[in-house]
């Protein structure tokens, strides 16, 4: 069994490549100018292609098609025309060549495997188009790993960690283009990601693009005497201004690297076409202003982090700083200010992620490698039911650790250790029930051992070869789902709801079976469909602000037989450490099964969806307003209002980005939208889980009314219920309390309409009823005037058939309990 070993970081503005050999990771360096990071720039210039340094220096002249920054738009709908080319290009496409491209600085083989990062706020597509670049740059196996991870392996495993209690820290990424805070917990031994936040459009190039919108144009709409420099800048319109924005972009960049070192820079902006010249300062000053507006943008996800784990920033040991932006000074000193916390930056923000996943990856066994006799699997092992209880610590700072097996079935056997590299092994012994033994550990390695078991006659009855103990590394036990994985499902109120079947947080790979009812009736060749949605977000939250990222459409022509309405389904849901999603979908009834695997890559984006989600979400926010005004409740309305103003502003941004092919500010503010997005979900979710609570409490407070007269399979549905309040009312979803509310509200009514109270209230009811709601009113009063001499006697018997003749004389009937929750459902799913 062989581990990855190689591990690359693809990042925005630099990529790189290292490899952990020996329990040591080394960093390749590019053979054009030695240095540690490749630019993740791609161009073409008369019909060549050029990738790297080369291409970031054709910046500085505007001469070529450049294209920098793609990594921004993976998983999106974005294409990229080519003059010497005939097929567009995808940003999956330039991301291959630049993996392509570091891939070579390997001269000794040909990697087909390796670890590539992410941020930890990637979601599914995207995710899936990063493994798709690193399939067409030639790999044969590509593992994700979330930067946050990457950089803590590499912090804990190049410092000397001497830690005595567990710790708590903040990784702070602010990258080329992407941000990511993470919350860690760590000790002497284990390393966890807790939770994160992040903005895949935040990072060192929107900061690029204000210093050319706040900066630059100003002074060339000055020197031109011309309004509207940045729009033309970023349209598609003039071929000149195309060129134009790339210088510009070039010496921005080079601009916040001098004023990350200087007070101020002289800035030369020399282009023939325009007949444009100038020259003007541009001071530390004017660029922590800009700085400040992007800073704040991730200081307020790291707030937002630290208040969802209700921590303090007084409960954070350090902040380990991440990423080429943290080198700017304002970052690091705003940080401290604001937190007083320890500002860590002992080491390279620039490298840390490719070191991280070499760390990673040599300790993560390739699944390309395996050969035919490790899989073979023997005839008395698979005929054997024998089953063996392993205890060991699976990581250690000792060079020995011990590992207990315990198997009271095989009393009379033998027993075998090895280390898979071939360093140790223990020969077979005698083994009865249970045995200890102490094995020896590679330092600073993960070690992989090879535990069989064997018969009275030495037949191998039993094998494990995942046993996995870390010397002297810090590594993690899997990576956290970055968001909920839910199913969406039919709703009694005709609109659909989120069921969560995997939390944000959990650790991958990751699997669950749920069983569902069919919501309606699908007949055979018919026109009607059971939809399957699998979506990506938060399950508390609208379908609407989640991503579509599986979905199973079964037609009436797919199948043999009619499904019937109330039929049961199995679905069996499967997430892989590199997020790929697989839904088996099981109706035993009709003997019908489906598996497929999901990895979408592309997802499209609409300025038109984009302008009207933000229309029907101040729409919705007007509405609350409204209704709420005269509550004083101002807090509340000032958050309302503040939500409001963002989405204003960004609908008003947007409406500028209509021709523009030259940033990616497009994705940004729908980045940014659906940030605002989940904040308002958030702020009215809080306000309609407390209705919620308060309602299923009310449906409680009326069962002291009723609990002597509750029978024990009541009483066992009532406290079952009870028992798991405290964690659905924790649950912060509100669907999950409201269903709760309406279990206990059907076994209150189960246990009140078999009580005489009931038989006159329901009486009543029908009695007070305008008689033109009645098919025929003489008979109305005739049941009536029977009706008034049965409660006068109190028989309750016939009282009962005449309520049931009452109800079958009404024109419009109203729904019964049973009724109302045997709906027809959209989806089909319930």
């Known amino acids: 069994m062989n581990t990855i070993n190689y591990g690359i970081d693809l990042g925005t503005t630099n990529s790189g490549i290292a490899k952990f050999e020996n329990g040591k990771v080394t960093i390749f360096k590019n053979p054009i100018g030695f240095k540690d990071t490749t630019p993740s720039v791609v161009s073409f210039k008369k019909g060549r292609l050029l990738i790297g340094e080369k291409a970031r220096d054709l910046l500085a002249t505007g001469s070529g098609e450049i294209f920098t920054s793609f990594k921004r738009k993976m998983g999106t709908d974005e294409v990229f025309n080519i003059e010497s080319i005939e097929e567009p290009l995808t940003p999956i496409d330039l991301s291959s060549y630049v993996l392509k491209e570091i891939l070579s600085f390997e001269t000794n083989k040909t990697i087909q495997t390796s670890v590539i990062t992410i941020p930890a706020s990637f979601d599914t597509i995207q995710s899936n188009a990063t493994k798709k670049a690193g399939y067409l740059a030639g790999l044969k196996e590509v593992v994700l790993l979330q930067e946050p991870i990457a950089a803590c392996l590499a912090y804990s495993n190049f410092q000397n960690l001497d830690l005595n209690e567990k710790k708590k820290w903040i990784v702070y990424d602010f990258g080329g283009g992407t941000f990511d805070v993470a919350l860690i917990d760590i000790n002497d031994s284990e390393l966890n990601i807790i939770d994160h936040q992040g903005n895949n459009f935040l990072g060192g190039v929107d900061l690029d693009y204000l210093v050319i919108e706040k900066i630059f144009c100003p002074k060339i709409e000055e020197a031109l005497n011309i309004n509207n420099v940045w729009h033309s800048l970023i349209s598609n319109e003039n071929s000149d201004y195309k060129k134009l924005f790339n210088e510009l972009l070039f010496k921005a960049e080079e601009a916040k690297k001098t004023l990350s070192l200087k007070n101020d820079i002289s800035i030369e902006i020399d282009f023939d076409p325009l007949d444009l010249y100038l020259e003007f300062d541009f001071t530390k000053s004017e660029f922590e202003k800009i700085v400040e507006l992007k800073f704040n943008e991730s200081f307020h996800l790291l707030e937002k982090l630290l208040v969802k784990n209700n921590l303090e920033f007084s409960d954070i040991e350090r902040i380990i700083l991440v990423g080429g932006t943290t080198y700017i000074p304002y970052i690091k000193e705003e940080l401290n200010r604001r937190t007083n916390v320890l500002i860590d930056n002992n080491i390279d923000p620039t490298t840390a992620i490719i070191a991280g996943a070499a760390f990673y990856a040599g300790n993560k066994i390739s699944t390309i490698t395996k050969t035919e006799s490790e899989e073979i699997v023997t005839e008395n092992e698979a005929k054997s039911s024998i089953e063996a ?330 406290n079952k219920i009870f028992n798991e309040e405290k964690h659905f009312l924790n649950s912060n979803n509100k669907y999950i309390i409201k269903t709760k509310a309406k279990e206990l509200e059907n076994i209150l009514d189960d246990i009140y309409y078999k009580q005489d109270d009931a038989v006159y209230s329901s009486y009543y009811f029908f009695k007070f009823k305008e008689e033109n709601e009645y098919k025929d009113k003489n008979k109305f009063k005739q049941l009536i005037k029977l009706g008034d001499k049965a409660a006068e006697k109190n028989n309750i018997q016939e009282l009962r058939a005449l309520i049931n003749q009452l109800y079958n004389l009404l024109i419009v009937k109203p729904k019964t309990r049973s009724e109302e929750e045997n709906f027809d459902g959209n989806l089909g799913l319930k």
């Open 389 to 718: 209880d392993i205890y060991y610590e699976n990581s250690t700072k000792d060079k020995e650790e011990l590992i207990q097996i315990s198997c009271s079935s095989l009393s009379d056997g033998f027993y075998r250790i090895t280390r898979l590299d071939g360093g140790f092994d223990t020969g077979i012994n005698p083994f009865n029930a249970k045995i200890q033994e102490f094995v020896p550990l590679i330092e600073n390695h993960k070690n992989s051992f090879k535990i069989q078991l064997f018969d009275s006659v030495k037949n191998s009855i039993y094998t494990n070869e995942s046993i996995q103990i870390t010397n002297g590394l810090y590594n993690i036990n899997g990576q956290p789902l970055p968001n909920d994985i839910a199913l969406e499902i039919d709703d009694i109120s005709g609109k659909t709801q989120l069921e969560r079947i995997f939390k944000k947080n959990d650790l991958l790979p990751i699997k669950k079976t749920l069983y569902k009812t069919v919501s309606k009736s699908i007949l055979k060749n018919s026109d009607d469909k059971l939809i399957i949605n699998v979506l990506e977000g938060d399950a508390g939250n609208s379908p609407g602000s989640n991503l579509i990222i599986g979905n199973i459409e079964i037609g009436g022509e797919q199948i043999e037989n009619d499904i019937i309405k109330g039929t049961d389904i199995e679905l069996n849901f499967k997430i892989s450490e590199s997020r790929d999603l697989i839904i088996e979908l099981y109706i035993d009834s009709i003997n019908f099964e489906l598996k497929q695997v999901f990895n979408p890559h592309q997802r499209n984006f609409s300025f038109h969806k984009f302008s009207n989600d933000i229309s029907e979400s101040i729409a919705e926010i007007n509405e609350i307003i409204e209704r709420e005004q005269y509550e004083e409740n101002y807090a509340f309305l000032a958050q309302l209002n503040n939500l409001k103003t963002d989405l204003i502003n960004i609908q008003e941004e947007s409406e500028k980005l209509v021709n523009d092919v030259s940033t990616d500010n497009k994705y940004r503010l729908d980045e940014l939208k659906r940030i605002i997005l989940q904040d308002l979900d958030l702020l009215l979710k809080h306000r309609y889980v407390f209705d919620e609570i308060t309602n299923y409490k009310n449906i409680k407070s009326l069962f002291s009314n009723y609990e002597d007269k509750a029978n024990e399979l009541q009483k066992s549905s009532i």
